[in-house]
């Protein structure tokens, strides 16, 4: 069964590697194959992933899309969710999870687990920094 994707006026998507930016006005259309697909709400760029728990989602999210390079994005990933892990031991049950995502092959359910990690990292930041709330 076809996937229904609709795109608001100038939405950016990510399908199968390549960057679509949609025109001025609301667009549907169907995705009659299994490729990667990122919203654009989803889509975190380079310059934004600026905590540990945003390096990992970047790491997973190159995972997902870029196929050609996965291996050495999956390295990246496990460098990082071990420095994350060593750094702060309450998210350990997180990165496990997306760990075993991972290793399934799971990398969109990864990058939504990742964005619950993201949400921990911001918590625990404000807890110990609450200068830096804007997080």
């Known amino acids: 069964m076809p996937l229904k994707l609709s795109l608001k006026p100038d939405e950016r998507v990510i399908i199968g590697g390549a960057v679509i930016q949609n025109g001025k006005r609301h667009t549907e259309f169907y995705i009659e194959n299994n490729v990667p697909i990122l919203r654009e709400k989803d889509i975190l760029p380079e310059v934004d992933a600026d905590t540990p728990a945003r390096r990992i ?4 999210q190159l995972m997902y899309i870029d196929a050609d390079n996965r291996q050495s ?23 496990l999870k997306i760990c075993e995502q991972v290793t399934v092959s799971c990398f969109y359910h990864a990058l939504k687990t990742a964005r619950t990690l993201i949400d921990y990292e911001k918590e625990l930041i404000t807890h110990v920094d609450p200068v830096r709330s804007d997080l």
């Open 57 to 60: 989602y970047f790491a997973l």
């Open 73 to 95: 994005h999956i390295e990246s990933f496990f460098t990082l969710a071990h420095d994350l892990m060593e750094a702060a031991p309450s998210t350990r049950q997180l990165i």
